[in-house]
């Protein structure tokens, strides 16, 4: 499991990376966090946001 923390805003930015927040679950506050499955869809899709978000790795 990986627990994101969105650090930045996501005000001006592309529509691509507002629609990948919008589906790992992100709120539009900062300091927000979420826990996602660690999967290889989901990486990717993470590895497109890596300079808004903060990662951790949480066991279960």
Same mark, same amino acid.
């Given at each position: 499991?990986?627990?994101?923390?969105?650090?930045?805003?996501?005000?001006?930015?592309?529509?691509?990376?507002?629609?990948?927040?919008?589906?790992?679950?992100?709120?539009?506050?900062?300091?927000?966090?979420?826990?996602?499955?660690?999967?290889?869809?989901?990486?990717?899709?993470?590895?497109?946001?890596?300079?808004?978000? %903060?990662?951790? %790795?949480?066991? %279960?």
């Amino acid at each position: 499991m990986l627990k994101l923390t969105l650090r930045k805003s996501w005000i001006g930015r592309p529509q691509k990376q507002l629609n990948i927040l919008k589906s790992l679950g992100f709120g539009k506050k900062i300091n927000s966090s979420v826990v996602v499955k660690d999967t290889d869809a989901n990486r990717k899709s993470i590895q497109k946001i890596t300079h808004l978000i %903060e990662i951790e %790795e949480v066991t %279960e």
